[in-house]
């Protein structure tokens, strides 16, 4: 495959990884609150969730989604349930970082069911997928493999800016205070994502 195909496709993967999204601040959050280790974990689930997700897209289940009335209504819903449920456990969070709280950080499961439930991941893969492979099989296969890294990597620097934050900000009241900003802020997606 050439440059000119694989160029606007790592872009695209780019721009739907990296930009801001439930997942995303999840990502955000879990470098203030956990270990590094831990939040990686999280990114590993998401990103093969996404690509799982992205497969599963490519190979037709989007379109089975809108053969059986209701059920995209029904995923949306539980997509948003799921999100609120964890905006409220961030907006709960007392800032404090106990040593023995790793156990708690979200897991590779939780990442990757978060892909399966995130509107926004739905979306991009079936537009990406519109947009870019015309209907190609060994398209999808490239674009699947080309978002692989790419989306880990992304997830992964919303660890890392967490893991600043952790580091450099040391009193609990103000964690506390960025944890509440993210929970608002993904239950703000909640609602942008019943819109769309």
């Not at 999280?42 to 497969?55: D, E, K, P, Q, R």
């Not at 190979?59 to 209504?73: F, H, I, Q, W």
């Not at 537009?127 to 060994?138: F, K, Q, V, W």
């Not at 450099?168 to 802020?185: E, Q």
Request: charged share 10%; with cysteine.
């Amino acid at each position: 495959m050439s440059l000119s195909v694989m160029l606007p496709m790592s872009a695209f993967a780019l721009a739907a990884s990296i930009s801001p999204g439930p997942v995303n601040l999840m990502c955000l959050s879990s470098g203030t609150r956990y270990p590094l280790p831990k939040g990686l974990i999280f990114v590993s689930g998401a990103t093969l969730g996404f690509v799982a997700l992205f497969i599963a897209v490519g190979l037709g289940l989007y379109s089975l989604l809108t053969l059986v009335p209701g059920l995209e209504m029904a995923l949306r819903w539980a997509g948003v349930a799921f999100l609120l449920y964890l905006s409220v456990r961030l907006f709960r969070d007392d800032g404090r970082l106990p040593e023995d709280d790793a156990q708690r950080a979200p897991g590779f499961m939780a990442g990757a069911l978060m892909q399966w439930l995130n509107p926004k991941a739905w979306l991009a893969s079936a537009s990406g997928i519109g947009a870019y492979t015309g209907g190609d099989i060994r398209l999808m296969w490239l674009f699947a493999l080309l978002y692989l890294p790419i989306c880990w990597l992304s997830l992964g620097s919303w660890v890392y800016a967490g893991a600043f934050l952790r580091r450099h900000v040391h009193r609990p009241g103000l964690l506390a205070t960025i944890n509440r900003i993210l929970a608002v802020m993904l239950a703000a997606s909640c609602v942008y994502l019943l819109l769309e």
